[in-house]
T-cell receptor, first 113, second 114 residues
């Protein structure tokens, strides 16, 4: 089936540094999402993105977070600066339509020291 | 209070048995419900969606929705060890921007014992 790729699979950084998480969505999908999951708990919505713009963001999407998809390449989540509580697995998802099935990547495990 | 409450937290069934999961939502804005499965170290994968009252069957999986009580369930018959995973229900609701947002339940860890 359609696959979403995420790079890197694991990232360890020091608190205060910047990190960029990369997502390669399914090629014909138009809607993109980031979710945060801590220790196998529920998936929590961060942000969705369509047509070059953020459509909706949750309370978890702090001012230090930003998303973009420059030139139709990777869909990225940037955190600058990072904090200890940002340690989690971040999942990217993409979908053909806003209420269509979302396809998730394997996640990036972020560890902030 | 969580908008999507899922039970049980964990479940063990013997191989060939029936596994059942439940979700109750507290928001009548929810329009679509999804069941996702997540194997360890992987991202969630959609099993099925349901948006009409009643049952929806796909192979060994049957989802049931009761909109009046905001209750959705998933049943897996003839459970296999490969079904062992974390199962999430998720509900779609329209957000203030007009886009749709998926709200996930807390998950049920299923273990199928050979």
């Amino acid at each position: 089936g359609p696959k979403v790729l995420q790079i890197p699979s694991h990232q360890i950084i020091d608190m205060g540094q910047m990190v960029t998480l990369n997502c390669d969505p399914v090629s014909n999908h138009l809607y993109f999402y980031w979710y945060k999951q801590i220790l196998g708990q529920q998936m929590e919505f961060l942000v969705n993105f369509y047509n070059g713009k953020v459509m909706e963001k949750s309370k978890l999407f702090k001012d230090q977070f930003s998303v973009e998809r420059p030139d139709g390449s990777y869909f990225t989540l940037k955190i600058q600066p990072t904090a200890l509580e940002d340690s989690a697995v971040y999942f990217c998802a993409s979908a053909q339509g806003d209420y269509a099935e979302q396809f998730f990547g394997p996640g990036t495990r972020l560890t902030v020291l | 209070q969580q908008k999507v409450q899922q039970s049980p937290e964990s479940l063990s069934v013997p191989e060939g048995g029936m596994a059942s999961f439940n979700c109750t939502s507290s928001d009548r804005n929810f329009q679509y419900f999804w069941w996702y499965r997540q194997h360890s170290g992987e991202g969630p994968k959609a099993l099925m969606s349901i948006f009409s009252d009643g049952d929806k069957k796909e192979g060994r999986f049957t989802a049931h929705l009761n909109k009046a009580s905001l209750h959705v369930s998933l049943h897996i018959r003839d459970s296999q060890p490969s079904d062992s995973a974390l199962y999430f229900c998720a509900a779609s609701e329209p957000a203030s921007s007009g886009s749709w947002q998926l709200i996930f339940g807390s998950g049920t860890q299923l273990t199928v014992m050979p």
